[in-house]
């Protein structure tokens, strides 16, 4: 039975609004805890993006010294950068993950739980509302995405043998509305919603429903062997779905801009996607696959680990 259901068929509309801002605290808190756990995982996936992207643009034409796969790039950062540059950018990403998740798990469960009428919830239910929050949330969200993206890619700079431009989230803020104005903010936003909408499908969806499908076909009790089985899927499920809007993404982000703030590589994220296969073959859209998947599975597991134990904590119930 769902925890979060029953509890609000009983509340008032001001507990309602409470269970909410509940809701969200928590479930930011848990977020925060996985993406400081798993960040420097999503900063080697950036490097090696945009490290392939610099090869194939013969920017960076001494490919011999370059270190290739991901364990390869992560030694190598630490040995030049130093153990704190595997989280450079940790702050925007733990800021985009505050409102990113708070605002995907509200939409999602209480969009849910007004859909449910009986114990059965289809899976195409699961779908829409996946999608949709996913969506949502990302497209407040975005903002401080761009900056993640921006403080991860001062690696290129360094690649290149320049020196770095972005030093602190607020002047990385600051760039970006200089360059692009208050719209600059959003630049990369549709493939950004497109990337969460697919991500929050194979992520939270997934999870959703084989958590509840595992404990009423199999009779699973709702505790942390079933959250490991159906985090450890839903982040498999996640990194299938989203590596190739994840790629677009960071190569949109990342690209040199003009001073009006427009793309000098790419006109759109379609331009992107096109060109990426036209260069590097379908499967050039999946380069960075492998460490976002090892980031996702502990990412999903740490997250839905934490979130359920903190939920029945202070008296949620089960997601």
């Known amino acids: 039975m769902r925890g979060s259901y029953v509890v609000q068929q009983h509340l008032s509309q ?4 409470k269970y909410l801002f509940s809701g969200f605290f928590l479930s930011s808190s848990a977020a925060m805890v996985a993406e400081t756990v798993t960040y420097p995982l999503d900063m080697i996936k950036t490097r090696l993006q945009i490290q392939n ?17 991901m364990f390869r790039i992560g030694v190598n950062l630490v040995k030049h950068e130093g153990v704190l540059s595997l989280w450079a950018g940790v702050t925007p990403a733990v800021y985009r993950q505050v409102v990113y998740t708070g605002f995907r798990l509200v939409i999602y469960e209480n969009f849910r739980d007004l859909w449910k009428k009986s114990e059965g919830f289809p899976i195409w239910q699961a779908v829409i509302i996946g999608v949709t929050s996913g969506a949502l949330a990302q497209f407040i969200a975005s903002p401080t995405d761009l900056v993640k993206s921006m403080m991860q890619a001062e690696g290129k700079r360094k690649l290149e043998g320049h020196a770095p431009k972005i030093k602190s989230v607020n002047q990385a803020f600051s760039e970006i509305y200089r360059q692009g104005g208050f719209r600059g903010l959003w630049r990369g936003c549709l493939v950004n919603v497109q990337r969460a909408a697919l991500v ?13 499908y595992l404990i009423k076909k199999f009779g699973f ?6 959250h490991t089985m159906s985090s450890i899927l839903s982040g498999l499920v996640a990194a299938t779905m989203g590596t190739p809007a ?25 331009h992107c996607l096109v060109l990426t296969v036209k260069n590097e073959g379908f499967f050039g859209l999946y380069k960075g696959y492998w460490p976002i998947w090892l980031r996702m599975a502990p990412w999903s597991l740490t997250f839905w680990l934490t979130y359920e134990e903190i939920r029945k904590l202070f008296g949620l119930g089960g997601f």
């Open 14 to 17: 001001e507990e309602q609004i």
């Open 53 to 69: 992207e610099l090869i194939k643009q013969h920017i960076v034409l001494d490919t011999k010294n370059l270190p290739h796969g």
């Open 200 to 212: 929050n499908l194979g992520d939270l969806a997934t999870y959703d429903y084989v958590k509840h």
């Open 221 to 226: 009790k709702d505790d942390y062997k079933v």
């Open 246 to 270: 994840d790629l677009i993404k960071t190569r949109v982000m990342c690209q040199p801009t003009d001073a009006s703030g427009k793309g000098q590589l790419y006109r759109s994220s379609w």
